[in-house]
């Protein structure tokens, strides 16, 4: 029997459903009539997605859309960081949608405090963008991520590696 057992608390997306995502969505603006003749645009990059549009009001229309679509998926909300709306050229709008990966050190600060404060038994480290929390009770590492599971952060959270 292990003396220690540990998870790690990490923000991370699967990359294949974000891809579905944004093709539906795509697929969705290109035969919807009120939006099929706006000549949208959305392209997947590695750490964005660029939307070029028609208006503001169809830009929010395709937000909705690609949002349904990664709800859809089990996609969390949260990794999509919407960016400032910008005009473009022929009265046109696009926006950058950055797209949130990795746990910054300043939640990740948050997280090992409320660890710390609320459970003794438990330790946790900050590794690189993840958390990881070891304890020697199997009870206060489900403690530990059900309490986490209450707190809202601002980024989606996930619990890998249990052992």
């Known amino acids: ?64 859309i690609l949002r349904q679509k990664a709800a859809k998926r089990n996609l969390s909300q949260k990794i999509f960081e919407l960016g400032k709306v910008e005009s473009a050229s022929g009265n046109r709008v696009r926006q950058e949608i950055t797209l949130q990966k990795g746990i910054s050190q300043e939640i990740a600060k948050k997280i090992s405090k409320l660890i710390r404060d609320e459970f003794k038994k438990v330790q946790s480290s900050i590794q690189g963008d993840a958390v990881r929390v070891s304890a020697k009770n199997k009870d206060d590492l489900q403690a530990v991520i059900q309490r986490l599971k209450q707190e809202d952060f601002p980024v989606a959270l996930q619990f890998t590696n249990y052992r």
């Open 1 to 64: 029997m292990a003396s220690n057992y540990s998870f790690d608390v990490v923000s991370d997306f699967d990359r294949q459903e974000l891809v579905n995502s944004v093709d539906q969505t795509q697929r969705e603006v290109n035969s919807r009539y009120d939006l099929k003749d706006t000549k949208t645009t959305i392209e997947l990059g590695e750490q964005t997605i660029h939307i070029n549009t028609d208006s503001e009001f169809t830009l929010n229309s395709i937000q909705e």
